[in-house]
């Protein structure tokens, strides 16, 4: 079946440096991805897309991969900052039946040491 | 900045009672979302709503849960009789429209702790 999932549950970064989140699925036929950045208490904020005939895709300090081949999925975090620090989803949008239904990966917390 | 509003922040109830959660979605939005997360797992597609209809719905949306827009500006959702596995974060979201790279806006999220 579909699913969204992510290599490491945790990732710890020192303040500065370039972080790299990684996300895997298993639908093929997906068509647009998304990041989302969960702070604490709050809902999933969009960070980047990216459809599935691009394989880069670079916003504000931040830089989205996409490997078909591997379906495989990386989001780039550049020159890290404490504000960084939160949950980050990667999701699939695939068509279902005429709508399109968002899937979510298991999460990836992210760490930014001063 | 607009944004989707929940209310309220925190409810806890007793196992088979009824909690309505509400939303506030952002006004000019056609298209309305209700997603739940269980401590530390996924965010879960719930139900979307549209034109006063439910547009898709997943598995777990079953005939304990309902949702409904009462008035031009609330998005509801009502759990009939609640059951400990609902505890959980349930995340309202709404969109513009509902194409494939229609962005949807979040929520904070209602915590739901059933007892």
């Known amino acids: 079946g579909e699913s969204v999932g992510l290599h490491l549950p945790t990732l710890s970064v020192q303040e500065g440096d370039n972080s790299i989140i990684n996300c895997a699925y298993s639908?093929?036929?997906?068509?647009?991805f998304i990041w989302y950045k969960q702070e604490s208490g709050k809902g999933p904020q969009f960070i980047i897309d990216?459809?599935?005939?691009?394989d880069k895709r670079q916003g504000q300090r931040v830089t989205v991969l996409l490997n078909k081949t591997v379906k495989h999925l990386s989001l780039q975090i550049a020159a890290t900052q404490p504000g960084d620090s939160a949950v980050y989803f990667c999701?699939?949008?695939?068509?279902?039946?005429?709508?399109?239904?968002?899937?979510f990966g298991a999460g990836t917390r992210l760490f930014v040491k001063a | 900045e607009p944004e989707v509003t929940q209310t309220p922040s925190h409810q806890v109830t007793q196992m088979g009672q009824e909690v309505i959660l509400r939303c506030v979605p952002i006004?000019?939005?056609?298209?309305f979302y209700w997603y739940r997360q269980i401590l530390g797992q996924k965010v879960e597609f719930l139900v979307s709503?549209?034109?006063?209809?439910?547009?898709?719905k997943s598995e777990i949306f079953d005939d304990q849960f309902s949702v409904e827009r009462p008035d031009g500006s609330n998005f509801t959702l009502k759990i009939r009789s609640t059951k400990l596995e609902d505890s959980a974060m349930y995340f309202c979201?709404?969109?513009?429209?509902?194409?494939?790279?229609?962005?949807?806006?979040f929520g904070p999220g209602t915590r739901l702790l059933v007892l």
């Open positions: 979201a709404s969109s513009e429209g509902a194409g494939l790279q229609e962005t949807q806006y």
């Open positions: 639908n093929s036929a997906s068509d647009y």
């Open positions: 990216i459809r599935s005939n691009m």
């Open positions: 999701a699939e949008k695939s068509s279902n039946g005429g709508g399109f239904k968002t899937i």
């Open positions: 006004s000019n939005h056609l298209y």
């Open positions: 709503f549209y034109n006063n209809e439910i547009s898709e």
